[in-house]
């Protein structure tokens, strides 16, 4: 693994936790380290990012409350349009989701949308803004 991306995903996560960056700015920072895809597992207080030619980096990020048994997508939505909106934090989204019985993410660049899942893969998927249209210099 190359260690100046190893650094960038590694800025990226300590700077969501930590709320120096938003949603748009972490996607864009890593897209342009061409990272395809990450995983955020609430359970593990990790991030796995990886890049098309199979290579991946863990990442330790912030502890979350256990979730809740039962997945709730209308609660994950709810919690996905507070951050939208800047009426809450990362942390402050993490806790909501995991409320919401959401176990962990799946964020893919490509496919420009995020995928919530509980114990079951009971489900929700969140396109992002203006997904069909948007490019890493739009974000």
Known sequence: MNIA???????????????????PEVVRSL?????????????????TYYWSDGSNVVVPCHETESPTEDFSAEGVREAVRSIQGNEINYLEFCRRIAQAGCVGYFVTMKGKRAFYYGRSMDHYVEMFPGAGTVSASEL
């Open 31 to 47: 897209m342009e380290a061409g990272v395809e895809r990450y995983h955020a597992d609430l359970i593990l207080s990790n991030k």
């Open 5 to 23: 991306l190893k650094n960038i995903v590694t800025e990226a996560t300590l700077a969501s936790d930590e709320g120096r960056m938003k949603f």
